[in-house]
């Protein structure tokens, strides 16, 4: 299955700046989905991201806040803008497996203050 | 997507078998049923997948029955380093992502 460095793993940042989150994959791969998960809940799906489009971004998700780039196959980041305390969270990245399921990257926890 | 419901924690000992039993009521034909490991400060890790009666790999069986409204996560003699949160979906991957419920939060004691 493909292996998927993100970057970095962690941050602490001011509230009102931004961060971006790099996920780099070993192999080419179509679509790259980015995930958050607030503290002790489940993952959320915030979008998918093609090579070559727009990302499609999930209800409740926009792209000036979660700003997505992809330009290439195996590479994509997300920006977090204009952060605030409730973005406090941990970003995942994922790729569908050859296989079966999903590969996930270990995740960038972030903490704004 | 087909939503599931699964219990929010779990114990168990060591050496135990421990079954996680899931429901997804309105799963579509063509949804495969998913189970992913998820430790703390880690991404979830996929388990197993299967679409009717019974998967089985090196770590976990899996069994769906006839009318795939439930499936059960079967862990053969648990170790301490299998508490984690484990997660049950359902759907078709692609270009779908996948859509987390709560999970089971499954803690193994000595």
Redesign the interface.
């Known amino acids: 299955?493909a292996v998927?460095s993100q970057k970095p793993s962690r941050d602490i940042c001011q509230r009102g700046t931004s961060l971006t989150i790099q996920c780099q994959v070993d192999s080419q791969v179509t679509?790259m989905?980015w995930?958050r998960q607030q503290p002790g809940q489940?993952?959320?799906?915030i979008a998918?991201a093609n090579q070559g489009s727009e990302a499609?971004y999930e209800s409740g998700f926009v792209i000036d806040k979660f700003p997505i780039s992809r330009p290439n196959l195996t590479f994509s980041t997300l920006t977090v803008s204009n952060m605030s305390p409730e973005d406090s969270s941990i970003y995942?990245c994922?790729v569908?497996?050859e296989g079966?399921?999903?590969?996930?990257?270990?995740?960038t926890?972030l903490t704004v203050v | 997507l087909a939503k599931t419901t699964q219990p929010i924690s779990m114990d168990s000992y060591e050496g135990q078998e421990v079954n996680i039993t899931c429901s997804h009521n309105n799963i579509a034909t063509n949804d495969y049923i998913t189970w992913y490991q998820q430790f703390p400060s880690q991404g979830p890790r996929f388990i197993i997948q299967g679409y009717k009666t019974k998967v089985t790999n090196e770590v976990a069986s899996l069994f769906i029955p006839a009318d795939r409204k439930s499936s059960t996560l079967s862990l053969p003699r648990v170790s301490l380093s299998d508490t984690a949160v484990y997660y049950c979906l359902v759907g078709r991957g692609g270009a779908d992502g996948l859509t987390f419920g709560k999970g089971t939060h499954l803690i193994i004691q000595p």
């Open positions: 299955s998927i679509m989905f995930y489940s993952l959320t799906l998918t499609t995942l994922s569908e497996g079966y399921g999903y590969t996930f990257g270990s995740g926890r």
